[in-house]
């Protein structure tokens, strides 16, 4: 039943994901550097939890690693499970609240050290045990909201609608993640106080709960669609087999690499490379992501003219380019003016808003419509399966990119010498400025990628790709 039956419906629907986006954002921007401060310059005290390391450098990029790889894995059983959930309550309400409480008291241990003592392998340990809990908990419950989408939307517009508004809530979580929390770091509030404070938000994942109309009350109770479910192997082997589902998985997986990796070093980058305070980085996150709202509006018209393939492969020049402002904008190049660096940092912010906005929306729009239109020709319904697919790689490239790369480049540096001079107790993040470039290059490549992308996803479309692909 196509639960969003009012337009305010799919604007509040599009809010769900808003709390632990968010948190997951803030993780991902924060958590690593506030264990391990290396990279840090200016507000250390405040980035850090303790302003030193608490964990064990040596082997927490490898463990880190390791769970996002595990969060992606661990997808695609619990997209099985939540696809082919039948029960007198529904499917995707049961499995939210299966993995709501866990997912907040995870997040909460997982930013509380056992230990305040420097390179300490307990609190190593003990953070990769509540990182395992916390993904897999959070996994369910984005995987479920997600997996819904082909059913609470009547079509393709309506999709395309709902992901644009959960950009829009994705991009107000990245701006107070980005442009707020700095402004309370200039402050000299720690880190995890703040993480602490905006844990509540949690509570915006139980909206579901509220507006989809499942159950026996709407026919979908125990009985619903048996024709319908799709077992762990068969779903798993049909979407990698999904021929157009595959060809997306590709470029998105380059945007979620440079993305990702440009996320979790940003914080570096604004504080070691470019050596701002955390006010200026509010001032240039800021540049970033507020006016997302307004570049996803005109993506949204770039799609309507241009088509989805189009538009996708603008973003991802744009945010090539954009990124590289930050070792254009170094101290390295600019040792004596931090105004130079600031003007620059704060144009390329600009200039990757626009690439932001679609990197937020369009994994929702993809994989929901092709998902809705198997159903449609097929019958079978196994849409969490295919976020569930394309979180396992981008679980993987994200791994790779900010556990396996990340965490150890940010470690390289050198003696910091300003004409002539050594500055003493100060290094050259030579390791974060490589970053800008990594990224670079893999937009580079995804834009070459989105060539064997149709311009749109119709039925006549998906069901000539399904053919191809041996899907029946």
């Given amino acids: 039943m196509h639960s969003l039956d009012k337009k305010w419906k799919e604007f509040v629907y599009a809010a769900s994901g808003f709390g632990p986006n968010l948190l997951m954002v803030l993780m991902t921007a924060y958590f690593t550097d506030a264990l391990n401060p290396a990279g840090l310059n200016a507000n250390k005290d405040s980035w850090s939890i303790s302003g030193y390391t608490l964990i064990t450098p040596a ?56 230990q305040m003592r420097e390179n300490s392998i307990v609190n190593t340990v003990w953070v990769c045990i509540m990182l395992l809990i916390f993904f897999t908990s959070y996994t369910m419950s984005l995987i479920t909201f997600y997996g819904s989408f082909s059913s609470v939307c009547a079509d393709e517009s309506q999709r395309i609608r709902l992901g644009n508004y959960k950009s829009f809530f994705d991009t107000i979580g990245y701006c107070l993640v980005y442009a707020l929390i700095p402004v309370f770091i200039g402050m000299g509030i720690n880190i995890r106080s703040l993480v602490m404070l905006a844990s509540p938000l949690m509570l915006t994942m139980i909206i579901p709960f509220f507006i989809i109309k499942e159950g026996e009350k709407y026919g ?89 393939r189009a538009g996708f492969q603008a973003c991802l020049l744009c945010f090539a380019v954009a990124i590289l402002n930050f070792c254009v904008g170094s101290e390295y190049l600019f040792p004596d003016s931090i105004i130079p660096r600031i003007v620059i940092g704060c144009i390329g912010g600009t200039l990757g808003s626009f690439s932001i906005g679609a990197f937020f929306a369009t994994p929702y729009m993809i994989p929901s419509q092709i998902s809705a239109m198997e159903f449609k020709i097929t019958g079978k319904d196994h849409t969490a399966m295919y976020f569930a697919v394309q979180a396992l790689t981008t679980s993987v490239v994200g791994a790779v990119s900010t556990g396996l790369i990340y965490e150890y480049v940010k470690n390289v540096q050198v003696e910091k010498v300003i004409n002539g001079v050594a500055v003493a107790g100060e290094t050259w993040k030579v390791g974060v400025s490589i970053v800008p470039m990594l990224v670079s290059i893999m937009c580079v490549i995804g834009f070459f990628a989105c060539f064997k992308l149709p311009k749109s996803y119709t039925e006549d479309i998906v069901r000539s790709e399904l053919e191809k692909s041996n899907i029946k």
């Fill in 59 to 114: 082997i927490f990029g490898v463990l880190w690693m390791i769970a996002k790889i595990f969060d992606g894995i661990v997808d695609v059983p619990l997209a099985a499970f939540t696809d082919n959930l039948r029960t007198k309550w529904g499917r995707r309400r049961p499995a939210l609240l299966m993995s709501f409480i866990p997912m907040v008291i995870s997040y909460i241990l997982a930013w509380t050290p056992l």
């Fill in 220 to 308: 979908q109770g125990k009985d619903y669609l048996p024709d319908a479910k799709v077992g762990l192997i068969e779903s798993f082997t049909t979407t990698c087999k999904n021929r157009m589902f595959i060809k997306w998985i590709i470029p998105n997986s380059c945007a979620y690499f440079g993305l990702n990796m440009f996320l979790a070093a940003q914080n570096t980058l604004i504080s070691g490379v470019m050596n701002l305070s955390a006010t200026w980085a509010a001032v240039m996150n800021t540049a970033a992501f507020a006016p997302v709202p307004l570049m996803l509006f005109i993506y949204y018209k770039l799609i309507q003219k241009k088509g989805i």
